[in-house]
């Protein structure tokens, strides 16, 4: 069993693009703790709550009212999916780079929101494509 966990550990530091655990130096694994985990995923869900309240809820009814097409948002949208997106990837390389506890529970849930957001930057591209 730890062979298979290391296996998928070694698997997604690649995909990461992070240095392996032996390649750090003890500087970076002492100034990588669990604090500044919870601080880059408490950053990214404070980001993906902001975005989602401007997506759904300011964009649609603010931008009409102020005289901005509705149609005028998808780009902005767009922007915003994808800075969610990075914002995303650089936590996940955070927590595989400092050897964080609770990686493999924040890739799930990071896994669905790529998921979602991807689905959503479809959407929105064939929507943008249809203008």
């Known amino acids: 069993m730890s062979l298979r966990v290391n296996r998928v550990d070694s698997l997604m530091t690649r995909l990461l693009l992070v240095k392996p655990a ?13 604090r500044k985990a919870e601080n880059a995923l408490t950053l990214s869900l404070a980001f993906s709550g902001a975005r989602c309240i401007l997506q759904y809820a300011a964009l ?22 994808l800075v ?8 996940l390389r955070r927590f595989w780079t400092i050897g964080y506890a609770h990686r493999w529970r924040y890739l799930v849930v990071a896994a669905a929101a790529l998921v979602l957001l991807m689905a959503f930057t479809v959407y929105d591209i064939v929507k943008l494509s249809a203008l």
């Not at 649609?60 to 999916?81: C, E, H, Q, Y």
């Not at 969610?84 to 936590?91: D, E, T």
Request: charged share 10%; glycine share 4%.
């Open 22 to 34: 032996a390649a750090r130096s003890a500087d970076a694994d002492a100034a990588g703790t669990a």
């Open 60 to 81: 649609p009814f603010l931008l009409p009212v102020v005289g901005v097409a509705a149609d005028a948002t998808v780009p902005i949208l767009l922007l915003i999916n």
């Open 84 to 91: 969610a997106m990075v914002s995303i990837y650089f936590s």
